[in-house]
Nanobody
Framework: QVQLVESGGGLVQPGGSLRLSCAAS????????MYWYRQVPGKERELVAV????????KYADAVKGRFTMSRDNAKNTVYLQMNSLKPEDTAVYYC?????????????WGQGTQVTVSS
């Protein structure tokens, strides 16, 4: 059974920091590219960051570039999102996503999400 479990969300003041974690089980974590998305009620899910399976490459949405850092520890089957200089517009439910594709096979798994609220 595949599980992606996010943690680390919460309430933080503007300018503050949070570190999200996503622990994976039931998959060969080291072959999956990992993604963080976020979603605000009434809006589409938005890609925040992605990291390749080896951790050798990361990409970020323009809205978070320079403030957020995504990393992974394949020995712990865990991916992280360090969020600094948080703004009220970062408020959303943050979701972890694991994807693998080879030839005509694809696997795509999602976590349940963790709420991040940035407010004074």
């Amino acid at each position: 059974q595949v599980q992606l479990v996010e943690s680390g969300g919460g309430l933080v003041q503007p300018g503050g920091s949070l570190r999200l974690s996503c622990a994976a089980s039931g998959i060969t974590f080291s072959i999956y590219d990992m993604y963080w998305y976020r979603q605000v009620p009434g809006k589409e899910r938005e890609l925040v960051a992605v990291i390749t399976s080896t951790g050798g490459s990361t990409k970020y949405a323009d809205a978070v570039k320079g403030r957020f850092t995504m990393s992974r520890d394949n020995a712990k089957n865990t991916v992280y999102l360090q969020m600094n200089s948080l703004k009220p517009e970062d408020t959303a439910v943050y979701y972890c996503n694991a994807r693998w594709k080879a030839w005509n096979l694809e696997r795509d798994y999602w976590g349940q999400g963790t709420q991040v609220t940035v407010s004074s």
